[in-house]
């Protein structure tokens, strides 16, 4: 049992840490709230148990098909270039130290963008199948393993945007401007990748 969930901690982090889109408007949005790069972070970890839940539950050849697959993609680059227009325009908002509690629709605009971008990553999906068939053919314990893998990603959507929320102070108007227009540019160019890996593949 402390072998899977060792592992599933290790696949987690795994899945978690690389520098990916979710982990570009976590550091971006934590700039100006932890509560908000939490709360994004624990959208797209309820996108990752969604289609873990899937696999499980036997739904592979639904999920496995070339025309879905496209289909996200496709709609994944297009909302990845609205969250980079997005991350742009606001590049200019000062950070602030927050005096009030964040309202609950701002959270739950959050926890949606999380939810919706890596449900409509295929990365997402082809990272979970290989997880699938990595765990499938180890002799580990499926449910440990996988309270492995959630204990670890809820670690890290959890400590990094508290580091990036306790560095705000050190960071200057013009200095957040810029991370903002490099964050936008990073999503940008993540949205062309999606599309061009389905027009080219």
């Known amino acids: 049992m402390i072998e899977s969930f060792s592992e599933g901690f290790l696949l987690g982090l795994g899945a978690a840490i690389p520098l990916g889109p979710i982990n570009i408007l976590m550091m971006n949005n934590s700039l100006k709230s932890y509560k908000a790069g ?9 996108a990752d148990i969604f289609y873990l839940t899937l696999i499980l539950a036997g739904m592979i050849g639904f999920i496995n098909n070339p025309i879905f697959l496209n289909i996200v993609g496709i709609l994944g680059s297009i909302f990845l270039l609205y969250l980079a ?6 590049r200019t908002n000062k950070i602030k ?14 926890y949606s963008q999380g939810f919706i971008l890596t449900l409509l990553n ?17 002799d580990f314990n499926i449910y440990f393993t996988i309270f492995g893998m959630i204990s670890s990603i809820l670690l890290w959507i959890s400590i990094m945007p508290y580091f990036v929320h306790r560095s705000k102070h050190k960071i200057s108007l013009r200095a957040s401007k810029y991370l903002s227009v490099i964050s936008s540019i990073i999503l940008f160019g993540f949205a062309v990748s999606f599309f061009i890996n389905i027009v080219l593949p």
């Open 97 to 110: 130290i927050q005096t009030q509690k964040i309202q609950i629709k701002n959270l739950l605009k959050k």
């Open 85 to 90: 227009y997005a991350t742009f325009k606001n």
């Open 122 to 138: 295929p990365m997402t999906i082809v990272f979970w199948f290989s997880i699938a068939g990595y765990v499938a053919n180890r």
């Open 38 to 46: 939490v709360v994004l972070g624990l959208g797209a970890m309820s």
